[in-house]
């Protein structure tokens, strides 16, 4: 079974960039697929961001650009690097793992929340 603990969220501007981190306190990340999902308040849990255990990413349209997933293999850790953060953002992020014949793991998530 994969644990996965999300830290990094917080209050910030416009603007402003935050680095969220993903860290397995059980299993392997390096042999998974990752992503990170976020959910606002009345909204469905959209994927934002995705990357293969061979390094491969891909974004969502809102937040190409702005947005980059990375994995330190050494750390056991997957983190999404957000800048020029806009209200929009604002949403519960959520990490994901895609163990071989296993069902995904989630975190608990951490809350962005951008605002004046």
């Known amino acids: 079974q994969v644990q996965l603990v999300e830290s990094g969220g917080g209050l910030v501007q416009p603007g402003g960039s935050l680095r969220l981190s993903c860290a397995a306190s059980?299993?392997?990340?390096?042999?998974?697929?990752m992503g990170w999902y976020r959910q606002a308040p009345g909204k469905q849990r959209e994927l934002v961001a995705a990357i293969t255990s061979g390094g491969s990413t891909n974004y969502a349209d809102s937040v190409k650009g702005r947005f980059t997933i990375s994995r330190d293999n050494a750390k056991n850790t997957v983190y999404l690097e957000m800048n020029s953060l806009k209200p929009e953002d604002t949403a519960v992020y959520y990490c994901?793992?895609?163990?071989?014949?296993?069902?995904?793991?989630w975190g608990q998530g951490t809350q962005v929340t951008v605002s004046s």
């Open positions: 059980r299993g392997i990340l390096r042999i998974y697929n």
């Open positions: 994901n793992a895609d163990p071989p014949f296993a069902l995904p793991s």
